[in-house]
């Protein structure tokens, strides 16, 4: 069987991957900015560039890299991403990610390209690489959404191999929290740390890539707002694109990332626009909530905003080889 491109070429990176970790290879550069706020940053006449959710340099760097060898946005975006979804250390993404409240770790992840295309998996066992099985089902299936069982027969069938995902890291913290936890899912500010990524390749096409293992000790077959193409993440490439982190539910009921791309048409900044997405939340809450939500997006112009409901949230930018994480401006 001819196995995908992304599987040919993983022996490769995690040999890279392996020397980076080891400090052999010459890390990514990290710039921490924290203070700086980003509104309206504006790299238009330096494409490529890539943004993510969180403090992700190696994934940016890989994503960076690729796109400076003319790799297209989307491709790349899956490669960069496929970093954290198989860093065992990581226990918010992919491999080593937290399990439900069962003990059982279900991915999800959707990718969308410039030309409006889409795909997506919802919990997933077993599989490792989401992100690059969401790309899957876009280009080599007619749907754009496959869950569960089904989704795993896809990708054994494709090639990939199926993986204990629970690492003994996340089950220690599971088991632990099963302590306390009263089988409730656990619904704060800390649980929550999905990649969400952006790119613009050479041409200054854009897409996105969403990967996550969701919330921690969900109930099971829960599925947040990741793998849901216009909450987690949207792409127009006329306009812009969004994705999306936090609790997912929040995110779902006001389509936080299509309500994004849709306020930049209408012609606000990607920080007007992410800020106006939070509020649509907050309008529903009474008071402060005990839960985090946080957008980050970017305009057809380079112009970067990112917003949060909680300070906390903080977004990388990779661009000239440079990689620069940067606090969001928050609510709260
Ligand atoms: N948005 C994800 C979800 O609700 C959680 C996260 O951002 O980590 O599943």
Redesign the pocket.
């Known amino acids: 069987m001819l196995l995908p491109w992304w599987i040919m070429k993983r022996k490769a990176f995690i040999q890279q991957s392996t020397l980076w970790a080891g400090g052999l290879l010459v890390s990514p550069h990290i710039i921490h900015t924290e203070n700086e706020m980003t509104s309206n940053k504006s790299i238009p006449t330096n494409l490529p560039y890539v943004i993510s959710t969180w403090n992700v340099p190696f994934a940016t760097k890989i994503t960076g890299d690729a796109l400076n060898k003319g790799v297209e946005a989307l491709d790349a975006a899956v490669l960069g991403v496929a970093y954290e979804e198989a860093n065992l250390q990581n226990t918010?993404v992919g491999n080593g990610g937290s399990p439900d409240r069962d003990g059982e770790v279900t991915l999800?992840a959707c990718v969308m390209n410039h030309e409006g295309n889409c795909g997506a998996v919802m919990a997933v066992q077993n599989i490792t690489h989401v992100a690059a099985l969401a790309k899957d089902v876009m280009e080599k299936t007619p749907h754009v959404i496959l869950a569960g069982e089904g989704a795993k027969k896809f990708a054994l069938e494709q090639g990939y191999q199926a993986e204990n995902l629970l690492s003994e890291k996340s089950k220690k913290e599971w088991e632990k929290w099963l302590e306390k936890g009263n089988y409730n899912p656990k619904i704060n500010i800390e649980n929550?740390?999905?990649i969400g990524m952006l790119c613009s390749d050479q041409n200054g096409n854009l897409s996105g890539v969403c990967t996550?293992s969701?919330?921690a000790y969900k109930m099971k077959g829960r599925v947040?707002?990741?793998p849901v193409i216009g909450s987690?993440l949207y792409i127009d490439n006329a306009i812009g694109g969004a994705v999306?982190?936090?609790?997912?539910e929040e995110?779902i009921k006001t389509v936080g990332s299509f309500l994004i791309v849709e306020l930049m048409r209408q012609g606000k900044t990607p920080q007007e626009a992410c800020e106006e997405a939070v509020s649509r939340i907050l309008e529903k809450q009474k008071g402060k909530p005990d839960f985090q939500v946080a957008y980050l997006a970017t305009n057809k112009k380079g112009e970067i905003g990112s917003y949060s409901i909680h300070s906390g949230f903080s977004y990388t930018i990779y661009k000239n080889d440079l990689n620069q994480n940067i606090a969001s401006k928050a609510m709260y």
């Open positions: 918010t999800d929550h740390d999905t996550t969701g919330l947040g707002d990741s987690g999306a982190t936090g609790l997912g995110v």
